[in-house]
């Protein structure tokens, strides 16, 4: 998970990223797109989540297009990728 913090720490949450995300686009919803996943993996970072959480992170094609345009170099896709471990995690737990 310390990666995953490292990463989330670099967000300056700039919405820079915005732009380029396709199921932003198509939703218009902030949490579909790679500031609101940044946000929501952050939040489960700290335990914190909500009904919808498995939602933005499972929606997200890991297409990278956001990217490119962050000036951080935050690797939103790997941070996804890290919050959708945390959701595995969380539900073996919970059986
Ligand atoms: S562009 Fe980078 S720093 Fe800005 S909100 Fe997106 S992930 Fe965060
Ligand atoms: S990797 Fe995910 S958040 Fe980034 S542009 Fe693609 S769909 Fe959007």
Redesign the pocket.
């Known amino acids: 998970m310390d990666k995953a913090w490292q990463e989330f720490r670099k967000c300056v949450f700039c919405g820079f990223?915005e732009s380029?995300?396709?199921?932003?686009g198509e939703t218009g919803e902030r949490g579909?797109?790679?500031r609101g996943?940044v946000r929501v993996v952050g939040l489960l970072l700290n335990g914190i989540y909500s009904k919808k959480t498995a939602e933005y992170l499972y929606?997200?094609?890991?297409?990278?297009?956001?990217?490119p345009p962050c000036p951080t170099g935050v690797d939103?896709?790997g941070l996804?990728e890290a919050g959708r471990s945390i959701l595995v995690r969380m539900s073996q737990k919970s059986k």
């Open positions: 990223c380029s995300c396709p199921t932003l579909y797109g790679p996943r929606t997200c094609l890991l297409c990278y297009a956001c990217v939103i896709p996804v």
